[in-house]
C-alpha cells in the first residue's frame, strides 16, 4: 500500500512560470487536503475537497487552483510563480473528515 | 476562526525524562484533537489522538490529556528516547468540516 504519494520531490521554478504538483492515494479516502508548511508556521490549509467533483478553499489559496476529477488524485497548480510560493507543500487524505490524515512526503519548491 | 497556540517552540531534554508539549485553542466547538510527529524530510505523521469525549488517552509512552473547560490539551512523552527526537505538531477541529488547524509546531530534542 503506497499511501499518498506526492511528485516531484524538490523543484525550483523561475518566478512566473507554472507547474502542477501531483498528488495520489490508494487508499479510496474521499477527503484530500493541500497545506504548505513554512518555517516555524506550522501547516496551512490551501485548499480542500471531501470528494471526486467537489473542491473548497483553504486559509490560503490565492495563487493556487485544485481540481478533483477522480477520487484518487488531487493536483494543485500555481499559476504564475511568486517567491512567496517557496516553501514545501504537503498533500493528505483522510476516510473519515477529519480523522486520521495520512501525508505524503512532501514537494519543496524554491521560485527564484 | 480557530486559533491553535503550542508551546514550547523547542524543548530539549535528555534520555529517559520527560517532555510535555501545550497547544489552546480558540474555538470552543473543536472536538478533535490530533498530535503528529514530523522526522527530518518525512510528511506528519499521526501518533495519538483525543475527542472531546474523552479526558485522557495513553498509548505506551505517549500520553494526551484534555481539559475542554481550560480549552487546552497536551502531549506527554514519557521515558524519552533519541527517536523521540522530531517536529510534533497539535491540531484541533470541529470534525465535520474535516479541516485540522495546526499549531507551530515543536522541536523536541533527546540527548543521549
Known amino acids: 500500500n503506497a499511501g499518498v504519494t506526492q511528485t516531484p520531490k524538490f523543484r525550483i521554478l523561475k518566478i512566473g512560470q507554472s507547474m502542477t504538483l501531483q498528488c495520489t492515494q490508494d487508499?479510496?479516502?474521499?477527503?484530500m487536503y493541500w497545506y504548505r508548511q513554512d518555517p516555524g508556521m506550522g501547516l496551512k490549509l490551501i485548499y480542500y475537497?471531501?470528494?471526486?467533483?467537489?473542491?473548497d478553499k483553504g486559509e490560503v489559496p490565492n495563487g493556487y487552483n485544485v481540481s478533483r476529477s477522480t477520487t484518487e488524485d488531487f493536483p494543485l497548480r500555481l499559476e504564475l510563480a511568486a517567491p512567496s510560493q517557496t516553501s514545501v507543500y504537503f498533500c493528505?487524505?483522510?476516510?473519515?473528515?477529519?480523522?486520521?490524515?495520512?501525508f505524503g512526503s512532501g514537494t519543496r519548491l524554491t521560485v527564484v | 476562526g480557530e486559533n491553535v497556540e503550542q508551546h514550547p517552540s523547542t524543548l530539549s531534554v535528555q534520555e529517559g525524562d520527560s517532555a510535555v508539549i501545550k497547544c489552546t485553542y480558540s474555538?470552543?466547538?473543536?472536538?478533535?484533537f490530533p498530535w503528529y510527529k514530523q522526522e527530518l524530510g518525512k510528511g506528519p505523521q499521526l501518533i495519538i489522538d483525543i475527542r472531546s469525549n474523552v479526558g485522557e488517552k495513553k498509548d505506551q509512552r505517549i500520553a494526551v490529556t484534555l481539559n475542554k473547560t481550560a480549552k487546552h490539551f497536551s502531549l506527554h512523552i514519557t521515558e524519552t528516547q533519541p527517536e523521540d527526537s522530531a517536529v510534533y505538531f497539535c491540531a484541533a477541529s470541529k470534525g465535520s468540516q474535516g479541516n485540522l488547524i495546526f499549531g507551530k509546531g515543536t522541536k523536541l530534542s533527546v540527548k543521549p
Open positions: 493528505a487524505s483522510s476516510g473519515w473528515e477529519a480523522y486520521g490524515y495520512t
Open positions: 475537497s471531501v470528494g471526486a467533483g467537489i473542491t
Open positions: 474555538d470552543s466547538a473543536s472536538n478533535y
Open positions: 487508499m479510496n479516502h474521499n477527503y
